[in-house]
């Protein structure tokens, strides 16, 4: 009881009521903008985080982690761009609707899928966080080790273009993360004499050139400055009723669970969710030729699945320290700059902050229900702002962000530095989302490696022959055999005229989280 009233006093306290609704209102625009996401505005919004209290920072990036999810089906919708990766399904069958003077009718549809995936999958998350972290809390080294590693080739063989590209970002994420201070002999490494250097590579600017600039930049290079005309005319009312629409309520179900275990598995979040349960839908339609053409079940699967990955990137996050996805990773972040290390303990020696954090999704997806229902009409307009004004100030921010962390110009030098890095990546077709959570889970990596192997006197032994350790390695070899496996089954049944639905799709359009 006393949990409760600690987590109800803070959540509802003014000066945070007011952090939420406009962190909430700030997700939203920029998952509404196209080539915007709720990623790049938790890393645009760190640097303001550090200056607030440890809970207030987190329900401010809690809350524009649901709105930025959330809004990407405005823009997919109303102009067939998504917004995000996680609303690329949705231009499918949103788009068409709106085109055929149904705009209503799609945004509604919307609107109530997100909050329903986004509310129930938090509720599940709730469950689960407490049950999983209290088993993490009775792993060693060896078993964390070994979960570090698995999660990293998780991601690697899931990234867009080939296994080995998704390899080298990763590689290049833990060698980064290797830059300062060793963690146990105190050696220096890879500092090259400079200062700045031996505290490691500084988060926020990493965070800030990697997603901020490094999107404004590959962004404005594709010379795509006009603006889209929208009608809102026919934009009134949820355009459905509750009857009407829970009378898919088999296909809810089944995209529900399909989004909150994608969004379960590290790296794969809400992008791939909304194709998997968009295909799963089509597939088991009685009228699968509705599909494309403006049909409820496509909007329904896509939207629900997306935003249910939300509760479950949260688990992983929480009780293991694991981001489930980019936008978690920066969540991750945001806890390590106010000193709170995510991971089994986290509810243990935090417990008032994680329920603060579960107590902001729910809050939040019924501000994000409440505002997009009310700006319905508004809201588009927003898609019209001129890029040039948008980027210049987004520019702005992130020079003023990184110079605020550490109060010296070497932080915005190194932001440059990271954007250009990503531009490079982006040229050479190396994914973000290994390169991150490399970055992230490399010095977890190596402590619970070094650990594991002085601990006994027994080397590699222990990481084989500890159950937990040796499944979770057997899943990661699995999981880099399965990519030829599977090219070899698709080779196959392209050879005899079969593509699956999730592979056109793919083909078509990029799933991965920026």
Same mark, same amino acid.
């Given at each position: 009881?006393?949990?409760?009233?600690?987590?109800?006093?803070?959540?509802?306290?003014?000066?945070?009521?007011l952090?939420?609704?406009?962190?909430?209102?700030?997700?939203?625009?920029?998952?509404?903008?196209?080539?915007?996401?709720?990623?790049?505005?938790?890393?645009?919004?760190?640097?303001?985080?550090?200056?607030?209290?440890?809970?207030?920072?987190?329900?401010?990036?809690?809350?524009?982690?649901?709105?930025g999810?959330?809004g990407?089906? !405005?823009?997919?919708?109303?102009?067939?761009?998504?917004?995000?990766?996680?609303?690329?399904?949705?231009?499918?069958?949103?788009?068409?609707?709106?085109?055929?003077?149904?705009?209503?009718?799609?945004?509604?549809?919307?609107?109530?899928?997100?909050?329903?995936?986004?509310?129930?999958?938090?509720?599940?998350?709730?469950?689960?966080?407490? !049950?999983?972290?209290?088993?993490?809390?009775?792993?060693?080294?060896?078993?964390?080790?070994s979960?570090?590693?698995?999660?990293?080739?998780?991601?690697?063989?899931?990234?867009?273009?080939?296994?080995?590209?998704?390899?080298?970002?990763?590689?290049?994420?833990i060698?980064?993360?290797? !830059?300062?201070?060793?963690? !146990?002999?105190?050696?220096?490494?890879?500092?090259?004499?400079?200062?700045?250097?031996?505290?490691?590579?500084?988060?926020?600017?990493?965070?800030?050139?990697?997603?901020?600039?490094?999107?404004?930049?590959?962004?404005?290079?594709?010379?795509?400055?006009?603006?889209?005309?929208?009608?809102?005319?026919?934009?009134?009312?949820?355009?459905?009723?509750?009857?009407?629409?829970?009378?898919h309520w088999?296909l809810i179900?089944?995209?529900?669970?399909?989004?909150?275990?994608?969004?379960?598995?590290?790296?794969?979040?809400?992008?791939l969710?909304?194709?998997?349960?968009?295909a799963?839908?089509?597939?088991?339609?009685?009228?699968?030729?509705?599909?494309?053409?403006?049909?409820?079940?496509?909007?329904?699967?896509?939207?629900?699945?997306?935003?249910?990955?939300?509760?479950?990137?949260?688990i992983?996050?929480?009780a293991?320290?694991?981001?489930g996805?980019?936008?978690?990773?920066?969540?991750?972040?945001?806890?390590?700059i106010?000193?709170?290390?995510?991971?089994?303990?986290?509810?243990?020696?935090h417990?008032?902050?994680?329920?603060?954090?579960?107590?902001?999704?729910?809050?939040?997806?019924?501000?994000?229900?409440?505002?997009?229902?009310?700006?319905?009409?508004?809201?588009?307009?927003?898609l019209?702002?001129?890029?040039?004004?948008?980027?210049?100030?987004?520019?702005?921010?992130?020079?003023?962000?990184?110079?605020?962390?550490?109060?010296?110009?070497?932080n915005?030098?190194?932001?440059?530095?990271?954007?250009?890095?990503?531009?490079?990546?982006?040229?050479?077709?190396?994914?973000?989302?290994?390169?991150?959570?490399?970055?992230?889970?490399?010095?977890?990596?190596?402590?619970?490696l070094?650990?594991?192997?002085?601990?006994?006197?027994?080397?590699?032994?222990?990481?084989?022959?500890?159950?937990?350790?040796?499944?979770?390695?057997?899943?990661?070899?699995?999981?880099?055999?399965?990519?030829?496996i599977?090219?070899?089954?698709?080779?196959?049944?392209?050879?005899?005229?079969?593509?699956?639905?999730?592979?056109?799709?793919?083909?078509?359009?990029?799933?991965?989280?920026?």
């Amino acid at each position: 009881m006393e949990m409760f009233l600690t987590v109800f006093s803070a959540l509802f306290d003014p000066s945070n009521v007011l952090i939420i609704i406009g962190g909430t209102l700030l997700g939203i625009v920029f998952g509404a903008v196209p080539g915007l996401s709720a990623t790049t505005g938790i890393a645009l919004m760190l640097p303001v985080s550090f200056s607030m209290s440890s809970v207030t920072g987190i329900l401010f990036l809690g809350a524009i982690y649901v709105g930025g999810i959330s809004g990407g089906l !405005i823009s997919a919708i109303l102009i067939g761009v998504p917004g995000t990766p996680a609303s690329v399904a949705t231009c499918f069958d949103g788009y068409p609707m709106a085109k055929n003077g149904r705009a209503s009718r799609a945004l509604g549809i919307g609107i109530v899928s997100s909050f329903i995936g986004t509310f129930l999958s938090v509720l599940v998350s709730m469950i689960f966080c407490p !049950i999983l972290a209290h088993y993490a809390v009775k792993m060693g080294p060896w078993e964390f080790f070994s979960l570090c590693f698995c999660a990293i080739i998780l991601v690697v063989t899931m990234s867009k273009g080939n296994m080995f590209n998704g390899l080298i970002a990763g590689l290049l994420g833990i060698i980064v993360s290797c !830059i300062g201070i060793a963690p !146990i002999d105190g050696a220096k490494r890879f500092t090259f004499g400079v200062v700045n250097l031996f505290s490691g590579v500084n988060q926020i600017g990493l965070m800030l050139g990697v997603f901020a600039v490094g999107t404004l930049i590959k962004n404005f290079a594709k010379f795509d400055t006009k603006t889209p005309e929208i009608d809102t005319k026919g934009i009134t009312g949820f355009g459905i009723s509750i009857k009407e629409y829970f009378s898919h309520w088999l296909l809810i179900i089944k995209s529900f669970f399909i989004g909150l275990w994608i969004g379960f598995l590290p790296g794969l979040g809400a992008g791939l969710a909304n194709l998997v349960a968009y295909a799963q839908a089509k597939a088991s339609s009685k009228a699968p030729e509705k599909f494309g053409t403006g049909c409820d079940e496509g909007i329904i699967a896509s939207e629900t699945s997306n935003n249910a990955a939300i509760g479950g990137a949260i688990i992983p996050m929480v009780a293991l320290g694991i981001p489930g996805d980019t936008a978690t990773a920066m969540l991750i972040g945001g806890l390590m700059i106010h000193g709170i290390d995510a991971g089994p303990l986290l509810m243990t020696n935090h417990p008032e902050l994680v329920y603060c954090f579960f107590g902001v999704l729910l809050f939040g997806a019924i501000l994000v229900l409440i505002f997009q229902f009310f700006g319905m009409r508004t809201f588009p307009y927003i898609l019209r702002t001129p890029t040039c004004y948008l980027y210049a100030a987004i520019l702005v921010i992130c020079v003023v962000g990184a110079y605020a962390d550490s109060r010296t110009m070497f932080n915005c030098g190194l932001m440059i530095v990271m954007g250009v890095v990503a531009i490079l990546m982006a040229l050479g077709n190396l994914p973000t989302s290994p390169f991150i959570l490399g970055y992230i889970l490399g010095p977890m990596l190596e402590e619970n490696l070094r650990k594991g192997l002085t601990y006994g006197n027994k080397g590699f032994l222990p990481f084989l022959t500890r159950p937990v350790s040796l499944i979770l390695l057997l899943v990661a070899v699995g999981s880099l055999a399965w990519p030829f496996i599977r090219d070899r089954r698709d080779a196959k049944r392209k050879a005899a005229g079969q593509e699956s639905e999730v592979d056109k799709m793919s083909n078509v359009f990029d799933v991965e989280e920026d």
